[in-house]
C-alpha cells in the first residue's frame, strides 16, 4: 500500500522527490538533533493524485491522516480538542524546487470560537490568543475561500485608524476580538459559508487548499521562468505551531548563514519580537537586525548562531533559515539552500572550498550556469529595472547585456552616430551579413523575425554584445523609421534600453550595474577546468574576441568563420569584383587581392594562438549574401565595379536562389570555383609559414563546411595538400596542419565512418543539422517555436537545445561509427549548442572532445561540462 504520510522522524534530506525540500529538510534537521517542532508531511504523490483524480482528498489518505493525528496527539500530549493541552498546526506546502513564495501557507490551524477561549486561559494572554485567531480566519479565508485580502485588510487598517492605534501590537484582547467578529462575517458575505469550527475540517480543506495552489497561476509563471516541472506537485508539511507573537520574549526571523548579496561568510539576517509567520517580511514593522539578538538574548542567540554553522557544515552550502523563538526558546522552521547573486555563489564556493567545507567538484556544482552571465555582462538595476515601462517582452535572450542608446534603423547610421560619440540600438526586421559594421558600432542590436541561430543572434554572441531577436510584438519599418509596439511608437533617436539576457525591452534609459570578475571568479573557473573532461574551445575570428576567450579559459579556437572577413568596404568591393568577373583571369585577380586581406587576418589569429589548435572554416554562406540589395547601393556598386546597373541586375538575377540555404553554399561552391579555397589554404597555410620563420609554432585545422559526400570531401581534400605541398617546399619550412569537415548535414552523419576514414577531424555543425534535420528553417523558425513550446508539440526550442532523440540520435550514431574507425579522429560540435549546458550534458556522455562557443559563453560552457562530469559519477565527489 501506499505510504502518503510521514512523520517527520521517519523522512531524511534525500527524500525530497517525495517530501518536496521542506518536508525532507525538516526531518533532516529533527535526524540531527536541531529543535524542530513535531509534524508530519503528506507527499508530493498524493498531490499528483489528487490534482489528477477528480480533486477529492482519497478516503486512503484520509484515514491515514487520521492515525497520524493520533500518533501525532500521543507524541505531542496535545489534541484538537479544548479540555487537553491545546494542538495547533501550521499548513505549508513545499515542492522539490523551492519556489518561494508562490503556494500558501496557513498558520494557527485549530483555533475556533471555544479553543480561543482555551488558549486565553491556558497562556493568560487573551490578546496574543486573538491575535492567532484573526490570522488563522484571514490566511484561511484568502487560501482556502479565496476571499480577497483587502476584504480583511482594509478594516484591520481602518480598526486601527478610527482607534489610534499606531502598531497591530497596540490593539487590545476586545479590539482582536471584535476584529475576528467581522471576519467571521466576511466569511458569510463572501463566501456563503461560515468559518469552519471543526478542527479536522479545517486541515482537509487545508490540505486540499496547498495542492490545489500548485496550480495557482503564480505557481505556473514561476515553474516557467524556472524550468520547474508541471507534473511534480508539493507536498504538504503539518507542524505544531510555536508562537513567535506570544509576548516580548518571542519573535521570529529569516537568517542566512552568509551574506546572499556579497557572499562574504558573516550571519545575515533579520528578526522581529512578538511577530509570526509573515510579519517579518510583510514590510509594516522594520525587522531588527540578527546581531541585535546578541543583547536581547545572548543565549538564544549564541544558540543560533551554532545552529547556523551547523547546517551549513551540514548542506556543505549557505543556507537560508526560518526560526521562531517562544519565551526564549529557539524553533528551527525551515532551511534551504539560500537564493544568492552570482557573485555571492563563487565567494561562497570558493569560501567554502578554502574553508575545507567541500571539495572543488562540489564547488562547481553550487553555481548556477545561468548566473555566470552575469558576471560577464552589465546587468540593469534591480530597482531601476521595476519602475521602467516595459516595451516588449516578447522578444529571444539571443546575447545578454543590458545597454541602452538611441534607435538607428541602419548599419550605415549606427556607424554615423557612434562616430560622433551617441550610443546607438540597432533595431532591424532581421541582419544581414552586410550589417556587420553597424553591429559593431551599436549597443545592443533588436531583430523582429529571426531564432536564437540566426545571423543577429550568432554573430552578436561572437562579438559579446546585447541582442534580442525574434521581437514579434514589434513591427520595425525602415523605410518610415518607425517602429510600432503594443504601447504605441518609437522614432529615430528615441531611446531604448535592452535586456538581452531576458529579451526584454523598456522605454528609456535604465541605470545598469558593471560586470564584476573577482579573484574568487578566476580561482572558480580554474577549478571547473580542472574538473572538466570536454576541452572549451571558441568561435570567434577579431583579434578582441580572441583574446577574451583565451582569458576565459579556451584551449583553443573551434571555428573561425571566415566569411566574416569579407565585409570590410574594402574587401566586400573584391569579393564583388570575384563574384561577378566573368572569366577565370579576372576572377584570380580578384581573389589574389583578397588573399592579402586574409593573410594578415590569419596572421593575427594564428599568432594569438600559437600552439593551441585553430580551426577555420573555408568560405561557407551562398554569394548572393555579398551582393547589394537596396537601388541605392546598387547604383554605387556599379560603380565601382565599372558596370552598368542593368548588367549588375543581370548578374544577380543569375545568383539568385529559391532556397539559398540548401543551394550553391558551402563546400558545393568549392567544386564550382576551386580557386576560392585554394585562395584562402594560401593565405592560412601562408601565414603559417611566415609565423614559423619568425620563430612563432601554429596549428592551423582547415575546415570544409556542408559536406555530404565523401568524394566532396576527398577532391577538395585533394586540392588543399597539392597546395600545401606547393607552399611547403618553396619556403622549405614544415606545418602541422589538419584537414577535416563540418558534419551539418544529416547524409554526412549517416556515412560518418567512411568520412572518418579520409577525416582528420570533424566538428558537429548544430546550427545546420538542426535545420537539415527537422526541415526548419534556421531564420524562420522563430515564426512558429514558440507556439511549437507553448502547445507541447516541442518540448524545446531544437536550435537552443539539442533535441536528443532526432538530432541527437545522428551525432550518437555519427560519433560512435566515426571512432570505430578512426579512434584518433578529433570529434568538436561548433554549432549554438556547443554553449548550451543541458546540450553539454549530452555531448559529455559521447565520445566528443570538445564544444565550441562564443568567447562570453566560455565560462559557462566550462562549467557545464564540469558539472556533468561531476553528475555523471565519473568523478568522485
Ligand atoms: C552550424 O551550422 O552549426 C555552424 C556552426 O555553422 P554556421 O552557423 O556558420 O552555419
Ligand atoms: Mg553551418
Keep these: 500500500m501506499t505510504q502518503y504520510i510521514y512523520a517527520f522522524d ?101 483555533l475556533n470560537d471555544e479553543n480561543v477561549l482555551t488558549l486565553a486561559r491556558k497562556t493568560d494572554d487573551a490578546r496574543f490568543a486573538y491575535d492567532c485567531y484573526r490570522r488563522l480566519l484571514q490566511m484561511f479565508g484568502e487560501v482556502v475561500y479565496d476571499i480577497p485580502m483587502a476584504s480583511f485588510d482594509t478594516y484591520f487598517e481602518q480598526y486601527k485608524a478610527q482607534h489610534g492605534y499606531q502598531n497591530d501590537a497596540d490593539i487590545p484582547a476586545e479590539g482582536l476580538q471584535e476584529i475576528c467578529d467581522y471576519y467571521k462575517d466576511v466569511y458569510l458575505d463572501e463566501a456563503n459559508k461560515p468559518f469552519p469550527q471543526e478542527p479536522t475540517q479545517q486541515l482537509t480543506e487545508a490540505i486540499e487548499a496547498v495542492f490545489k495552489s500548485w496550480d495557482n497561476h503564480r505557481a505556473r509563471v514561476y515553474r516557467n521562468l524556472n524550468d520547474i516541472p508541471h507534473d511534480i506537485g508539493t507536498a504538504v508539511n503539518i507542524q505544531e505551531m510555536v508562537f513567535g507573537n506570544s509576548g516580548a520574549r518571542s519573535g521570529t526571523g529569516v537568517a542566512f548563514t552568509r551574506n546572499p548579496v556579497t557572499g562574504e561568510a558573516k550571519l545575515f539576517g533579520e528578526y522581529l519580537l512578538n511577530a509570526q509567520g509573515e510579519d517579518v517580511v510583510a514590510g509594516i514593522r522594520t525587522p531588527l537586525d540578527i546581531n541585535v539578538l546578541k543583547e536581547q538574548m545572548p543565549e538564544v542567540h549564541q544558540q543560533f548562531v551554532e545552529v547556523s554553522q551547523k547546517l551549513e557544515t551540514h548542506y556543505k552550502d549557505m543556507q537560508d533559515i526560518e526560526f521562531t523563538i517562544e519565551n526564549e526558546q529557539l524553533y528551527i522552521l525551515q532551511t534551504r539552500n539560500g537564493k544568492r547573486t552570482a557573485n555571492a555563489a563563487i565567494h561562497i564556493a570558493v569560501d567554502l572550498v578554502n574553508e575545507g567545507v567541500i571539495s572543488k567538484e562540489t564547488a562547481v556544482q553550487n553555481v548556477d550556469v545561468k548566473s555566470i552571465d552575469q558576471l560577464l555582462h552589465p546587468n540593469f538595476d534591480e530597482v531601476a529595472l521595476a519602475e521602467a515601462t516595459v516595451i516588449s517582452k516578447s522578444g529571444l535572450p539571443a546575447s545578454p547585456g543590458a545597454s541602452s542608446g538611441k534607435i538607428v534603423f541602419s548599419a550605415e547610421e549606427a556607424k554615423i552616430q557612434a562616430e560622433i560619440g551617441e550610443k546607438v540600438i540597432l533595431m532591424r526586421p532581421e541582419t544581414s551579413p552586410e550589417d556587420i559594421e553597424g553591429m559593431v558600432a551599436s549597443e545592443a542590436i533588436v531583430t523582429t523575425h529571426g531564432g536564437m541561430t540566426s545571423h543577429a543572434a550568432v554573430v552578436a554572441r561572437g562579438m559579446g554584445k546585447c541582442c534580442v531577436t525574434g521581437c514579434a510584438e514589434l513591427e520595425i519599418n525602415i523605410k518610415d523609421k518607425v517602429v510600432s509596439y503594443p504601447g504605441g511608437k518609437l522614432f529615430e533617436g528615441d531611446v531604448v534600453s535592452v535586456d538581452g539576457a531576458k529579451g526584454d525591452l523598456y522605454l528609456g534609459k535604465v541605470a545598469t550595474m558593471k560586470a564584476e570578475r573577482s579573484e574568487a571568479f578566476n580561482q572558480f573557473m580554474q577549478w571547473s577546468e580542472e574538473v572538466a573532461r570536454l576541452n572549451v574551445r571558441m568561435n570567434a575570428e577579431t583579434p578582441q574576441d580572441i583574446e577574451v576567450g583565451y582569458q576565459f579559459g579556451a584551449t583553443g579556437i573551434g571555428l573561425v568563420r571566415t566569411e566574416h572577413m569579407f565585409f570590410g568596404p574594402e574587401r566586400l568591393v573584391e569579393m564583388r569584383r570575384f563574384i561577378l568577373a566573368d572569366s577565370q583571369v579576372s576572377r584570380i585577380s580578384a581573389l589574389n587581392k583578397i588573399r592579402d586581406y586574409q593573410c594578415e587576418d590569419f596572421e593575427h589569429i594564428l599568432k594569438l594562438s600559437g600552439d593551441r589548435p585553430t580551426i577555420i572554416r573555408l568560405l561557407d554562406p551562398p554569394l548572393h549574401e555579398f551582393l547589394p540589395h537596396s537601388q541605392e547601393e546598387k547604383v554605387n556598386v556599379a560603380n565601382q565595379l565599372d558596370v552598368t546597373v542593368p548588367v549588375l541586375e543581370q548578374y544577380i538575377g543569375q545568383l539568385e536562389e529559391v532556397n539559398p540555404m540548401l543551394g550553391h553554399r ?115 523558425a522563430g515564426k512558429f517555436i514558440n507556439q511549437y513550446t507553448e502547445q507541447g508539440i516541442l518540448e524545446i526550442d531544437p536550435f537552443q537545445t539539442i533535441d536528443i532523440d532526432g538530432v541527437g540520435a545522428l551525432i550518437k550514431l555519427a560519433v560512435q561509427q566515426a571512432k570505430e574507425v578512426n579512434p584518433q579522429l578529433k570529434i568538436g560540435v561548433c554549432g549554438e549548442l556547443g554553449g548550451d549546458s543541458k546540450s553539454i550534458a549530452y555531448f559529455n556522455q559521447l565520445s566528443i572532445d570538445y564544444v565550441s562557443c562564443s568567447p562570453f559563453r566560455v565560462p559557462g560552457a566550462l562549467l557545464s561540462t564540469a558539472q556533468s562530469e561531476v553528475e555523471g559519477g565519473r568523478i568522485n565527489v
Design 10 to 110: 521517519e523522512g531524511q534530506k534525500s527524500m525530497k522527490d517525495l517530501l518536496g525540500g521542506k518536508g525532507a529538510n525538516l526531518a533532516e534537521m529533527k535526524r540531527i538533533g536541531l529543535p524542530v517542532p513535531d509534524g508530519f508531511t503528506i507527499t508530493t504523490e498524493a498531490c499528483i493524485e489528487y490534482l489528477q483524480h477528480g480533486s477529492k482528498l482519497s478516503a486512503e489518505l484520509l484515514s491515514e491522516l487520521d492515525n497520524q493525528l493520533s500518533a501525532f496527539s500521543k507524541r505531542t500530549y496535545k489534541s484538537f480538542s479544548a479540555d487537553s493541552d491545546l494542538l495547533l498546526v501550521s499548513v505549508r506546502s513545499g515542492a522539490k524546487i523551492s519556489m518561494p513564495g508562490m503556494m500558501d501557507t496557513i498558520l494557527n490551524l485549530g
Design 666 to 780: 558551402g563546400c558545393r561552391l568549392a567544386i564550382t570555383y576551386p580557386e576560392l579555397y585554394v585562395m584562402q589554404v594560401e593565405a592560412i597555410i601562408g601565414s603559417a609559414i611566415k609565423l614559423k620563420q619568425q620563430g612563432v609554432d601554429t596549428k592551423p585545422e582547415i575546415m570544409i563546411p556542408l559536406v555530404s559526400t565523401v568524394a566532396e570531401f576527398e577532391i577538395l581534400k585533394q586540392q588543399i595538400i597539392e597546395c600545401i605541398d606547393r607552399l611547403q617546399n618553396e619556403a622549405d619550412v614544415s606545418i602541422p596542419y589538419l584537414i577535416g569537415t563540418m558534419i551539418e548535414t544529416p547524409r554526412a552523419c549517416l556515412i560518418a565512418d567512411q568520412l572518418a576514414k579520409t577525416c582528420d577531424f570533424f566538428s558537429f555543425g548544430t546550427n545546420d543539422l538542426t535545420q537539415l534535420t527537422y526541415g526548419f528553417s534556421r531564420d524562420d
